[in-house]
């Protein structure tokens, strides 16, 4: 009996593996095929998915219909139903960005160094594409177009793999992308969405060294590191920020306040959102941290302070060790007080996430050295930490803001999407 | 008893997790320390560790034989033995290629992209250090100089794990290492050398997530393997390389013949010596096959042929599947003939390592086909695959040559050492 049942997981087993070898199988056809596709074709690809989501919209929100009446069923918070749900407005966004990344310039074949050598050799280092990627993610459906796009425009397959909770939506999506693929006479493969629920499968995926050339986990601190554990192929990750302000002496009051409150509330459920303030010590007597305090507490923000804050502030809540490391992703905020820049310093390197941190300040000096020792992906002086972000970087769509520091750091575009080759032509040298 | 027994075992493995802890804080404090460092004082610390080596010179001599000795016991074979072997002559190339190092242009701080956005934000994009780095390699004991060397024109901090054969050898580099950093006033822990010859230490480090920020592995394929199977922190490849030349038509027969004998014997033990030749079909008929595999073969070159190779050159011995995958470092080479580029390609693609590959042509079509559609770190056009080289590309020393597409590919110099940071300068901004 033990041997008959464990035969029936071995199977099972077998066919995640087999199903998980056809998809990369497929994916490397897909990536081999697009080394002669030009990047005009790629461009009438995507205009071609746009239009495919803006035909197919009915039925997307169909689809998702299912996926909202599942995730009622399960119980799902409000927010996260908010954030699923799709609609004619949000799909004919979903349509606009994929053309806007249609419009940017091919990334493909850009010469990034050139040169010739002594013996006359000729030395280019072009961008080409890395080849096939594995995309895990948990966010809002859109990002499965966005995603599917930036691959296509930087001439990568792509192996989809979605949050369980947009299934219906996912795929419906998916479906379009595929036909929007085929209709231009691409290999339908570029873009591959995970079908199968079982979890074993992206365990599978990460093993396939040689096969896979990538993976990109975006989403909560649980799966990033379930992904890592698993990896044997290289990950680029992209954990949610906690991200600091600091407000140092001698610092533009009406400044710090206009964007303590700008990084905390504009937004605060994202992963540029301000959840920790730094404040000088300074600070505690000219009253600096009182206001600003108040003004967070008038935005119904909580206060989690060290002993000075509290002191400082009566609204202010008693900070535990754990909120130093906290990413509320809420109108929640840490309050402490450093004695000088090197105390911010410390404090930001040794409980941050190295995703966004900025300084407030009038002092060149301080600015420079804050930005010269702070270890982040994204240092800022004097402005919110919500601008750490592809669009308002101006690379248009991004893939997500790596909080690694291998390959590519901060927010990502098609052009992080690429590695390069050395191209060296000659005409007979051999080496003496 | 058994309890007992298991209990010593624990302590011990708490004793090499207790001594990778300290290694991997003492370089984060050391790589902390680096941020305050400029780039005047990293070239000194190199100019005074390379005047250490030279004043070392006889008791790294002395280390050197104890290797040697112990090699000898233990049956190494003599090109081992060979490759081991410091004398006056390689100390002093060492020291030359420390001062080598210091003396190139700082990647520290160099803007990468920098630009302003519509709402008066300054956005930079600048070389920064990665931070921690871990290289692991079996190779000669010059690497150990030569990768501090890069590390610390990099600004980053470096824990070595060299082969237990050159033990003593490297203890004795890294003494002068450390003694450079300490006379010029950097903190000595910016190189680190792991001293327990316990291999358990490399697995303990391959697990420090966010601590060490890069794994470096450099040798044969099983120790690559197993550094990517325990590894949870980011690991840039280095494996030898399977390169191939293919020999088109039409071509130049005297190139052609040029190239292979020079790629094959020139220096056959590195990994960017062919081991595959390809021969366009026609040059069965038109002798030019017959004739290289000859020329080879006066070289003491053993050639190991497809059927159509045998018939054609009867010095040939028949291939197996395993030599289109060899790697053989040796006076061996594979040759198989292909019907066209599209055969070459495939086979490449699917037998080669990514590493080097070159194309013998008179045809602007097939060479651009070829560096289009192979999937290489580097490929080449009418030279010899020996030319994959940092020195011969001019970017100095090399910590490697990496068969990896992620962050670096190819020859890795002190610039493929740093990551980049995003600083962004605002006057108040905030998001709307």
Redesign the interface.
Known sequence: MTRSTSGATDQSQKDIRDYCCQLSDHAAIAS?SL??VSGASRTKALHAVAGHIEEAASSIIRANQLDLDEGETQGLSSPLLARLTLDDESLAKMAASVRQIAEQVDPIGQLIEG?R?PNG?R?DKRR?P??VLLFIYESRPNVTSDAAALCIKSSNAVILRGGKEARHSNTAIAKCIRTGLTDSGLNTDVVQFVETPDRTAVGELLRM?GKI??AIPRGGESLIKAV??QA?I???KHYTGNCHVYIAAPC?EQ?AL??C???KT?NPAVCNAAETLLFDQNHLENGVLERICQAMADRDVEIRGDQETCKAFAGAKPATEEDWHAEYLDLVVAVKTVSNLDGAVHHI?HYGSKHTDTIITTSVQL?DQF???I??????????T???DGG???LGAEIGIST????A???MGAADLT?????????????Q
Not at 375 to 384: P, R, T
Not at 404 to 407: G, S, V, Y
Not at 424 to 431: N, P
């Open positions: 081999q080394s002669t040169y050598r050799l030395i080409v890395i080849g060294e050339d990538l890592v554990q044997h290289p990950v680029i533009d400044m206009d964007i409150v700008n990084a504009q390197n600015a930005t010269e020792q270890d982040s992906a994204n240092v800022m002086v004097n402005c919110s919500r601008f750490s308002e970087y101006g690694d520091k291998l390959h750091r901060g927010p590695t390069y080759k050395w191209i060296v032509r000659g005409d007979g040298q051999i080496r």
